[in-house]
């Protein structure tokens, strides 16, 4: 079990909503669940108290229906435990009006409902959410790697990078990603903005609307 559960296995109260982010994602739910089941006192495989949320098979998010199916279980009692457990996997894929519709629930969920979601990356995540979670990151050392394109490179050569740039890398997650904004030229922040490859690269608009900016003050 990874120190990340062992810690909260330690704790006597399990806070709810939590945010754990990893790159490991068949390992991530695995462990997940296996904790879970490990605070349930019926260590039964299907048990109705632990329910695993995820996206559709050939979909890349999820339904409206699935999002309205969440909400509804959270507001029943347990079955058979003190709690009800809510694994809500890939939840970076979420649209923002999915993330939307789940907010209040989150935030004002029943106390036996214990919810944990999990994501690749949290930077796709809305700040209303991440604002109500608590977050655990598994591999670190995994997101402070250096993922963004060269911008001194000519500009068919940019292109082609941006292309092919890893989606599930976020740049807003690295340590210097604010530092790494601020040194670009004007010229390769317009193009980012308005080229609307910032979503692609999880870079946050009004970060590039700041540094432009202070590009601008500063002349």
């Known amino acids: 079990m990874h120190p990340v559960f062992k810690e909260l296995q330690a704790q006597d109260s399990l806070p709810s909503p939590l945010l754990i982010v990893s790159q490991k994602h068949e390992e991530l739910v695995a462990q997940t669940v296996e904790f879970c089941r490990s605070r349930l006192r019926r260590k039964a495989k299907d048990h109705p108290d632990l329910m695993l949320f995820t996206i559709e098979p050939g979909s890349k998010t999820y339904s409206l229906d699935t999002i309205r199916q969440i909400i509804d279980e959270m507001m029943l009692p347990p079955f058979e435990e003190k709690f009800r457990y809510f694994i809500l996997d890939q939840v970076e894929t979420m649209l923002p009006v999915h993330q939307n519709a789940l907010l209040k629930a989150l935030e004002e969920h029943p106390s036996c409902v214990k919810c ?15 604002s109500r979670v608590k977050k655990f990151t598994i591999d670190a050392s995994q997101e402070l790697s250096p993922v963004f394109p060269n911008f001194h490179q000519p500009f068919s050569y940019l292109h082609q990078e941006v292309q092919n740039f890893d989606d599930k890398a976020s740049f807003v997650d690295l340590e210097n990603g604010q530092a790494l904004l601020n040194q670009l030229s004007e010229s390769a922040l317009l193009w980012t903005l308005e080229g609307q490859r910032a979503e692609t690269m999880h870079i946050k608009k009004k970060h590039l609307l700041e540094s432009l900016y202070a590009k601008w003050l500063l002349g």
Do not use: F, K
């Open 116 to 130: 944990i979601l999990l994501a690749r990356s949290a930077a796709p995540l809305l700040q209303t959410i991440l």
